[in-house]
């Protein structure tokens, strides 16, 4: 009886953790440049009321829908980077194209004029609070300032934050803990920034940019300087059948502990331990030698802890 109290106490602690934040990752470019796994892939950057139906992270259907309400231009930038920070929870394929638009119009009419771009997210539970990591990235040897506005509108009002572009790797920008309105609906928009001044053949066209989106539901509000923040913390690939890799980050040093526990709760090993200072890491873990099975991994530091699935094959 104690055992079986034990493992209801477990389950219902984690299933608790689980639900309570619920990722959602969505990739905007090229068809031929798709994120594989459980990414949402919205190819058609230009055609009025194009809905893509999302599943989270761990490949569910969330009921939700995105919507381009505010087209972007109908070509897609695909000079984004390839070699992405490793503590980004998106990968290559999700940074190295994005739709983008301008604030003049092209002589030749091509692409259209598009000063803004934007969508609405629907069918999000109004209980329930989004928040929202932005990247967006454009190589280029100008180095010139390609900053977008991002404002995001819910029950609360807009919020807004600053991303620029330009030959970024590393950025993102973020907002948090957006209510939707009271029909479960969030707008997006994207604009060139207050300090764009990008050019082509020397003249000002303000390009703006939307690469990709990691966006996190939860029942309570999200802290900016939280260890378990979304987007601070990457597990992939998962499922896996070998080598799995965990990237975090750390805003100050920290005793950073990961544990691993099969589904009843049972301590199974130990995969770090360390001191580490303030900097972004990827522990690699073979996972061989394990059963396969679905596992809980918690992650400590600095008093904070986070725990997420993990699907052993």
Known sequence: MKKITLLIMFLATFNSL??????????????????????????????????TFLINSEGESTGEIIILTDPFDDEINGF??????????????????????????????TPSLEPTGGFTFTGLDVNELYSFKIF??????????????????????AQTALLDASNNETNVAAIFN??????????????KGPNNDS????????FYYLGSIEMTK??????????????????YPNPSAEMVNVSFSLKESARVKMDIYDVNGKFVKTILNEEKAAGSYIQKWNSTSMAAGLY?????ADNKKYRSKLILK
């Open 18 to 51: 689980c639900s309570a934040q619920e990722i959602t990752l969505i990739d905007f470019g090229l068809l031929g440049q798709i994120s594989g796994g459980n990414w949402n892939n919205v190819t058609d950057s230009a055609t009025l009321n194009t809905s």
């Open 80 to 109: 984004g980077t390839t070699t992405p920070d490793a503590a980004l929870p998106f990968g290559a394929k999700a940074t190295r194209d994005s739709f983008f638009g301008e604030s003049r119009e092209f002589t030749n009419n």
């Open 136 to 157: 967006a990235s454009r190589m280029n040897e100008l180095g010139d300032n390609r900053e977008t506005l991002y404002t995001i509108t819910g029950d609360g009002g």
């Open 296 to 300: 809980i991994l918690e992650i400590s």
């Open 199 to 206: 050019t082509q053949d020397g003249i000002d066209y303000n």
């Open 218 to 235: 939860t029942e309570t509000s999200l802290s900016s300087d939280s260890f378990s923040t979304s987007g601070l913390i990457n597990i």
């Open 178 to 191: 957006v209510k939707p309105s009271d029909i479960g609906e969030i707008t997006f928009q994207a604009e």
